[in-house]
């Protein structure tokens, strides 16, 4: 009798963002001809830099030749892309071993992947609210414990992120082991300065803890002074890894890279207490497990650091921070409670009346046509928030923010 891996069917049947469609399905049914917008997505809609694109034209040629064909990719990604990965943080003060920098398919990938490499036991920390996939990663691979009353797993430490502390992480006041940092961070558009950094990067010495530091949207952060890696900090490299995503930064999300970078000096412990680097777990499990991102696909992404490559990809960040500063300011004008949406292309917005997420969902959706994603799909503390995001048109931005502003909330 073949067992199911039982941790699997303790995340919800269906993601988290899919009850978002169901909801928007059934208001369809009602109202076939309107013109729904959606303005809290997190994918991305402008086409991709017209470099990359070209990049990826001669790629395919490359292909078609006997002469130019490759087949397998090394297993941590191209040359080509990695000497450009390391040259970009070299102009933020930087260095970085080639040998630390994994291109993969996604952050995503990585995101739940680590967890092979990580032992069972460990305590997880993930802020409150936080991207998803965190919480389930740690679900499905048996790290969470069990379901309490609050709706929290009981092996789970939960971050306190709060209008307190403007939504900055909380330390935990207990000992934890691997800590989710995302910065900036999904779904609140907070920012970490750099002595908050610092605080995490010194935590985790201190507790021989790894920080997994989640930067998909480093992309955004314009204000000077702000880090851009977590390596901006003394010592981070013994305690983090940085997963980078072209995604967001250049409209990979349906195309697939982006990078992962495990420092030589970050070490993980046997039971026994001795020392492993984690990158040879990394390595062991990188051989094994994939065959790596296409070429083509590398050449696409090596493109955005090219010149002209570097002006397109700025222009699309600068497009949706554009789009999410206009949500900003206008829902602040209209007495909204607004954070975020300077360093990151999502503005967290506190609902009206102290409604529930869902509640200001359907009033949005059947009032104003418009699909935000509530604040509960990030966790418990997100309820009661909605998440709007850059990522519109411009146009639509615009329709959705006049809409809005006529309803007088
Ligand atoms: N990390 C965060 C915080 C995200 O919001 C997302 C996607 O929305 C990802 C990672 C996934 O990025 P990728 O498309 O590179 O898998």
New binding site residues.
Partial sequence: MALANENYLKTPEIYCFDEIEKRVNAFKVLHPNSKLIRLGV??VTRPLPNEVVRAMQVAIDEMSLSESFRGYSPPQGYDFLIEKILKDYRSYGINIDKESVFI??????D?GNIGHVLGRDNIIAISDP??P?YENATIMSGRAGVLTEEQKWSNVVYLRCSERTDFVPELPTEKVDVIYL?NP???TGTVLKKAELKRWVDYAIEHQSIIIY?G??QAYINEPDLPRSIYEIKGAKKVAVE??????TAG??GL???YSVFPQELIVYTKMGEEVPLIKLWNRRNANYTNGVSYIVQRGAEAIYSRKGKTETQELVNYYLTNVSLIRNELKSLGFKVYGGINSPYVWVKTPDNQSSWKFFQQLLYENQIVGTPGIVFGISGDGYMRFSGFSSREETLIALERIRKSKY
Avoid: H, L, Q
């Avoid at 997963?243 to 967001?248: C, F």
């Fill in positions: 997190g994918d993969n398919d996604g952050a995503k990938s995101i936080v991207y996939v995302c961070n999904n779904p989640d998909a949207y997963v980078r995503s072209y995604s967001k990979f999300t697939r890279c982006g």
